[in-house]
């Protein structure tokens, strides 16, 4: 008779949690608040020195697994800056501006003064430098995330509330253009110093035109 034996692996998943949930059990222990306050004055001087904010995160996290001292596997989601909130300015409220007005506007100059067609795109996920004009989220929401970065607050501050007073729509006007963010990047020269330059001067005398 012949026996056959498999060999059995029990496989632990790990344990899943975010920063600021690793911190909420930290806070349990004995020391949690002079300990942040070195990994604070740490991250400052890493700063100093020239490391960047990713790998100041990375250090951080591992300091807080260090000082929680569990031995059992663990992911740790967090945020290393920079921070983009996401925003679109379909999306704003108490906006004065009508976006699907103002892309009328554009797309029929072009039609008249440049024999173009215009070419309307959502970009990364709302993510660019005019995500700081204005919160599609409430501050609450946006606050959430900040607390899972895991760089201190005033190493990297983002004042959400000044951001939501101001509330100013953006819209990116990009030149045409190909290859964007590689080394071969270009751009069209006209579109650049010309064609929207132009509208933007256009824009200011119809502005009444694009408002809700």
């Given at each position: 008779?012949?026996?056959?034996?498999?060999?059995?692996?029990?496989?632990?998943?790990?344990?899943?949690?975010?920063?600021?949930?690793?911190?909420?059990?930290?806070?349990?222990?004995?020391?949690?608040?002079?300990?942040?306050?070195?990994?604070?004055?740490?991250?400052?001087?890493?700063?100093?020195?020239?490391?960047?904010?990713?790998?100041?995160?990375?250090?951080?996290?591992?300091?807080?697994?260090?000082?929680?001292?569990?031995?059992?596997?663990?992911?740790?989601?967090?945020?290393?800056?920079?921070?983009?909130?996401?925003?679109?300015?379909?999306?704003?409220?108490?906006?004065?501006?009508?976006?699907?007005?103002?892309?009328?506007?554009?797309?029929?100059?072009?039609?008249?003064?440049?024999?173009?067609?215009?070419?309307?795109?959502?970009?990364?996920?709302?993510?660019?430098?005019?995500?700081?004009?204005?919160?599609?989220?409430?501050?609450?929401?946006?606050?959430?995330?900040?607390?899972?970065i895991a760089v201190p607050?005033?190493?990297?501050?983002?004042?959400?509330?000044?951001?939501?007073?101001?509330?100013?729509?953006?819209?990116?006007?990009?030149?045409?253009?190909?290859?964007?963010?590689?080394?071969?990047?270009?751009?069209?020269?006209?579109?650049?110093?010309?064609?929207?330059?132009?509208?933007?001067?256009?824009?200011?005398?119809?502005?009444?035109?694009?408002?809700?």
């Amino acid at each position: 008779m012949q026996v056959v034996y498999k060999e059995y692996k029990k496989v632990t998943k790990p344990r899943v949690l975010t920063y600021d949930e690793l911190i909420q059990l930290c806070q349990k222990k004995s020391g949690f608040e002079e300990f942040m306050h070195k990994v604070t004055r740490s991250a400052h001087k890493a700063f100093q020195a020239g490391l960047s904010y990713q790998e100041i995160t990375i250090e951080t996290v591992q300091k807080v697994l260090d000082f929680y001292d569990k031995k059992e596997a663990f992911v740790v989601l967090t945020i290393a800056p920079p921070y983009y909130p996401s925003m679109n300015c379909r999306h704003l409220k108490n906006s004065v501006v009508d976006i699907e007005k103002l892309i009328a506007l554009y797309s029929r100059y072009l039609a008249d003064t440049a024999a173009a067609r215009l070419t309307v795109e959502e970009f990364f996920m709302g993510i660019c430098d005019i995500s700081y004009c204005a919160l599609e989220k409430s501050v609450e929401e946006h606050q959430k995330i900040i607390d899972s970065i895991a760089v201190p607050e005033n190493l990297y501050p983002i004042d959400f509330e000044k951001i939501q007073d101001i509330n100013v729509p953006g819209i990116n006007l990009g030149p045409w253009g190909k290859d964007l963010h590689q080394l071969t990047e270009r751009v069209y020269e006209k579109d650049m110093l010309e064609t929207i330059p132009q509208f933007l001067l256009y824009l200011l005398e119809h502005i009444d035109s694009i408002k809700k």
